[in-house]
């Protein structure tokens, strides 16, 4: 069964940071792009950041740039988002998710996880 | 304000056929493939339709896509009531460096 679980959300205080890990299996984990999305709970889709299949490309929206890390392991079957400098606007259910190809350029996903909830807060 | 321009609500009686629209521009729509998932309440989202109207897998051929210009539809026959749910389309855009977009969704009622 293909699957990503997420892990590492919680609740974190502005300026601090936190590291999003994403567990993947039942699929060859190096053939495909990887992504993080978010949501707020009751609003729309945000795309966070994507990476290709071999780690050498990335990509992030302006709103992370600077801020949040993307990588991956694919000895470990792991993707991992690094989040420096937390907003409270980052608040969000994060998201894993599969790449149809090898690609980050591209906006279909063909598999996710749960989500880990990341709360920002004083 | 989502760069791709969703109906922020649609409805359709049982058995009827729904279309959902998704306006974007040149450097989206226009240039890239358009994808559209399903996210039920409680739930991550589905991928529905990905290249514009291939079905993901599982995905009934109830659920159909198309693209024009820099515009694409997402169209839903014989509607069922666990078609309720939020419809996102989603796209690469060529700006700000590179980006994939979401629309805003559209809550499909059932009636």
């Known amino acids: 069964e293909v699957q990503l679980v997420e892990s590492g959300g919680g609740l974190v205080q502005p300026g601090r940071s936190l590291r999003l890990s994403c567990a993947a299996s039942g699929f060859t984990f190096h053939d495909y792009a990887m992504h993080w999305v978010r949501q707020v709970p009751g609003k729309g889709l945000e795309w966070v950041s994507g990476i290709n299949l071999n780690g050498d490309n990335v990509g992030y929206a302006d709103s992370v740039k600077g801020r949040f890390t993307i990588s991956r392991d694919n000895a470990k079957n792991s993707l991992y988002l690094h989040m420096n400098s937390l907003r409270i606007e980052d608040t969000a259910l994060y998201y894993c998710?599969?790449?149809?190809?090898?690609?980050?350029?591209?906006?279909?996903?063909?598999?996710w996880g749960q989500g880990t909830l990341v709360t920002v807060s004083s | 304000q989502s760069v791709l321009t969703q109906p922020p609500s649609a409805s359709g009686t049982l058995g009827q056929r729904v279309t959902i629209s998704c306006s974007g521009s040149s450097s989206n729509i226009g240039r890239h493939t358009v994808n559209w998932y399903q996210q039920l309440p409680g739930t991550a989202p589905r991928l529905l339709i990905y290249y514009n109207n291939q079905r993901a897998s599982g995905v009934p051929d109830r659920f159909s896509g198309s693209k024009s210009g820099t515009s694409a539809s997402l169209a839903i026959s014989g509607l069922q009531s666990e078609d309720e749910a939020d419809y996102y389309c989603?796209?690469?855009?060529?700006?700000?460096?590179?980006?994939?977009?979401f629309g805003g969704g559209t809550q499909l009622t059932v009636l």
């Open positions: 998710a599969r790449d149809v190809g090898r690609y980050y350029d591209n906006a279909a996903y063909s598999t």
């Open positions: 989603a796209v690469w855009d060529d700006s700000l460096n590179g980006r994939a977009v």
